[in-house]
């Protein structure tokens, strides 16, 4: 069983940044595709960013795009996701996830090709 453990959430100002932390144990690090995905209050799960699992192709929602950068440090066994220029509209729970298909590198990803969750990490911010 992969287990994702995440960390690095907090309260911050439009504008601000933030870094978010996944230790990931296992294999699931150089076999598996891995990203992170968000959900506001009554809103439905949605993708944020992936990294493909040789770690040379990353993928960004439209929404964050040019702010956030994901990136993993194989040493570690831990992805990272960089936030910048912060939005209110950002403010969510972020999900560390570990895809389900092995050597996967292509852009499609959706809940359901997630094999692995974290606990969600919460992100506010105020304007």
């Known amino acids: 069983q992969v287990q994702l453990v995440e960390s690095g959430g907090g309260l911050v100002q439009a504008g601000g940044s933030l870094r978010l932390s996944c230790a990931a144990s296992?294999?699931?690090?150089?076999?598996?595709?891995m990203g992170w995905f968000r959900q506001a209050p009554g809103k439905e799960r949605e993708f944020v960013a992936a990294?493909?699992?040789?770690?040379?192709?990353?993928y960004y929602a439209d929404s964050v795009k040019g702010r956030f950068t994901i990136s993993k440090d194989r040493a570690k066994n831990t992805m990272y996701l960089q936030m910048n220029s912060l939005k209110p509209e950002d403010t969510a729970v972020y999900y560390c996830?570990?895809?389900?298909?092995?050597?996967?590198?292509?852009?499609?990803?959706?809940?359901?090709?997630?094999?692995?969750w974290g606990q969600g990490t919460q992100v506010t911010v105020s304007s």
């Open positions: 296992g294999r699931t690090f150089s076999t598996y595709p």
């Open positions: 990294i493909s699992w040789s770690g040379g192709r990353t």
């Open positions: 996830a570990a895809d389900r298909r092995p050597y996967y590198s292509g852009s499609y990803y959706t809940p359901e090709s997630i094999a692995s």
